[in-house]
């Protein structure tokens, strides 16, 4: 019996991480990308980690390019002494609720291939991320975490914003007249643009996804400008080809018509001149009606007897 269990829970955990790896395969939305980094953070979970350490999470190849960091905390010593992760600072005072005991901070470095989503989920025409989207979420956690679906709290900054530091993170230097803004990216799709607080550093008053933009002239893409020249070269030829076209009906219209209209005129001709007939008067030609003339008949004598 002890057997046959350990082999059910081993097939429904090959079951499942083959899931998530197909999962990982079709992300198409920033918050399913969130949910995906959630289940694996959480299956490679190690309660035996020291309270206030940072833990690395390992993920498969399939995510590479994104670092997940975590960390916990007892509700009561965060909101007490606040918390520095990385990029992000947690002042004194900073919340998260609901909070019965503990808490698991999940920090997210999504690099430029998986930043890329937030540019497609969210209306940013006009600007260009110039550094990796950085996450901040929480989760509850207990001593029955591998059993229960983690929720997700909310993390509110108290007198002081949260500050996320982008010094290390910008993919290129910025040039004086194109100063970046800080996006907040929402779960509800909507995005926040905001000045920095300081060079690189952004700040916040809750948790979120957060990046640096930075404005952008609309440049149609090669693939647009390609169709339009194919479409343009399209209807050209085509045009071309319709005027050749009639233009061949409309000769062929007109030499038809030529063609009867001189046949017409021979007809015409060869009629006269079988009516009437050449004769010449002098040096003039004239036509002359052909002479008929009444053939005689001969008279018998047996009219008279």
């Not at 470095?109 to 550094?131: A, K, P, Q, T, V």
């Not at 169709?227 to 409309?250: D, E, M, Q, R, Y």
Request: net charge positive; glycine share 6%.
């Amino acid at each position: 019996m002890g057997f046959l269990l350990s082999f059910t829970l081993v097939v429904l955990s090959f079951a499942s991480l083959s899931a998530l790896q197909i999962q990982t395969q079709e992300i198409k939305s920033a918050r399913l990308l969130d949910l995906v980094i959630r289940d694996y953070t959480f299956r490679s979970y190690n309660k035996y980690v020291k309270t206030g350490e940072l833990h690395q999470i390992k993920l498969p190849a399939n995510l590479s390019g994104i670092t997940v960091d975590t960390v916990r905390f007892r509700c009561g010593s965060l909101q007490k002494y606040g918390a520095k992760i990385k990029e992000f600072h947690l002042g004194i005072g900073v919340t998260v609720h609901p909070c019965i005991e503990r808490v698991l901070i999940v920090r997210q470095y999504l690099g430029s291939n998986w930043s890329s989503i937030y540019y497609d989920n969210y209306e940013l025409s006009g600007y260009r991320l110039i550094s990796p989207v950085l996450g901040l979420l929480a989760y509850n956690i207990g001593d029955s975490i591998k059993l229960s679906t983690p929720s997700e709290l909310q993390i509110q900054a108290g007198k002081k914003p949260i500050t996320i530091d982008f010094s290390n993170t910008t993919r290129l230097n910025i040039t004086s007249g194109n100063i970046p803004l800080c996006a907040s990216f929402d779960h509800d799709g909507r995005v926040t643009l905001a000045n920095q607080a300081s060079q690189n550093i952004c700040v916040a008053t809750r948790y979120g996804h957060f990046g640096l933009v930075v404005e952008s002239p609309l440049i149609p893409s090669k693939k647009t400008t390609l169709s339009k020249w194919k479409i343009t070269i399209g209807s050209t030829i085509g045009a071309a080809l319709g005027v050749f076209l009639l233009s061949l009906l409309l000769i062929a219209m007109f030499v038809n018509a030529k063609k009867k209209a001189r046949m017409d005129e021979l007809e015409r001709r060869a009629y006269e001149e079988e009516v009437l007939q050449v004769s010449m008067v002098g040096h003039i030609s004239t036509h002359t009606a052909s002479s008929t003339r009444t053939m005689p008949r001969i008279e018998h004598d047996d009219e008279y007897t």
